[in-house]
């Protein structure tokens, strides 16, 4: 079992920034890739960013130039970040961070954290 613990959300104003964290318990070694979802009120949850396990990145149209996500490898666990700069009103939402590890060939699995709020007011 993989524990994904997000920290960082906030309520601030439209054009100011927020850095979200992610923490996991899995091992690097079998992590493949790592992200960050966001859900609004009344909407279906949807990618913001994600991350491999080599690097490569991926984001929504919606937040390119806007966000970046990193993440660190310390003692063979993982943090991925998500720097968020010029906040709008509609990254108003719940931010999830994600993590998909391989435990074995053809068993990979999906790990959810809880949740952080993310508040921006025009």
């Known amino acids: 079992q993989v524990q994904l613990v997000e920290s960082g959300g906030g309520l601030v104003q439209a054009g100011e920034s927020l850095r979200l964290s992610c923490a996991s318990s899995?091992?690097?070694?079998?992590?493949?890739?790592l992200g960050w979802y966001r859900q609004a009120p009344g909407k279906q949850r949807e990618m913001v960013a994600t991350i491999s396990s080599g690097g490569s990145t991926n984001y929504a149209d919606s937040v390119v130039g806007r966000f970046t996500i990193s993440r660190d490898n310390t003692k063979n666990t993982d943090t991925v970040y998500l720097q968020m700069n010029s906040l709008k009103p509609e990254d108003t939402a719940v931010y999830y961070c994600?993590?998909?590890?391989?435990?074995?060939?053809?068993?990979?699995?999906?790990?959810w954290g809880q949740g952080t709020q993310v508040t921006v007011s025009a």
């Open positions: 899995g091992r690097s070694f079998a992590m493949k890739s």
């Open positions: 994600t993590g998909r590890y391989q435990f074995a060939i053809e068993a990979e699995y999906d790990f």
